[in-house]
């Protein structure tokens, strides 16, 4: 089928596009029952000191288990879930069980932990998020300074009202990110514009470190120039020992990866922080 569009415009409606939009429609229908249906969970994976080798931290991911299309990853719907507006309710959803699991923890008695949230540019445009996010500590009584939310470049369409949302964030006490820094095509100059506390090296360089020279100069150089500017760094996607010594000697501050723990769920989570606890204790 050819559809005009003005005069010279034509596009083409192929049969492999029909299946795609069918496929796209199918997948927003499993996300909104999803929802309904309890099909999200949320996995944990550590954030470690990279002087002390402590747990420090922990980053929610969301996980979709459907009951039969399987294990979806966040890569496969997120963006879905962003273009359809679902990533709201989503979004709400895994801040507060993120919020609620980091202040059982806390009540259960091991060291407080930071819980990063990854919020999506959709979810930070929203005009209600700080009353999101300031209704959802309260709820579940965790402090603010334990939660981190983690910002993309992508998120700077419109610097002012990123300027301004952020500081109402961090004037509440929490601590902000930018994830998978060093991706976007953003210009540095937000880095001195915005209340950031730190940035996420992705995951691309770090797993190059040894394989590109290049990729080791970014990493060395990214986390002197944040410390130059007051910033803490913690690289993502460190899977070797190698890798962590490098990251020890170039002074990056945290690290998050398979060579400490894939992510996993709260009870194993648990078990990870109680094993940490005994070494310390004994
Ligand atoms: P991200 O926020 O950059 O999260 C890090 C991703 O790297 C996670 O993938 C994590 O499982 C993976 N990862 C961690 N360490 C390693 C490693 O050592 N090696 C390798 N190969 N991978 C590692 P995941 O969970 O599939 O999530 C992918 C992306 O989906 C996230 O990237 C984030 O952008 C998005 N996402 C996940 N959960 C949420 C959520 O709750 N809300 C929003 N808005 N986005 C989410
Ligand atoms: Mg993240
Ligand atoms: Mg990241
Ligand atoms: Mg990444």
Known sequence: RVKEQGKNNFRFYTPDMNEAVSKKMKLEFGLRKGLERDEFK???QPQVDV???RVIG?????RWQHPEWGNIPPADFIPLAEETGLIIPIGEWILY?????NKCWQ???YPPLRMAVNISSRQFQQSNLVETVSKTLKRTGLDPQYLDLELTESIIQDSKYAVSTMQKLKSMGIHLSIDDFGTGYSSLSYLKLFPIDSLKIDRSFTSNIFTDS??????HT???MAHNLDL??????VETQEQLRFLQESKCNEAQGYLFSRPVIAGEMSAILTKQYDKMYK
Do not use: F, H, P, W
């Open 51 to 53: 002087t002390s080798g």
């Open 222 to 224: 990214i986390i002197i």
């Open 107 to 109: 009540n259960q008695g």
């Open 58 to 62: 922990v980053e929610a991911l969301i």
């Open 232 to 237: 803490k760094v913690i690289a993502e996607g």
């Open 214 to 219: 290049k990729d080791a100069a970014l990493v």
């Open 97 to 101: 069980e993120a919020c609620r699991q």
């Open 42 to 44: 949320v996995y944990y």
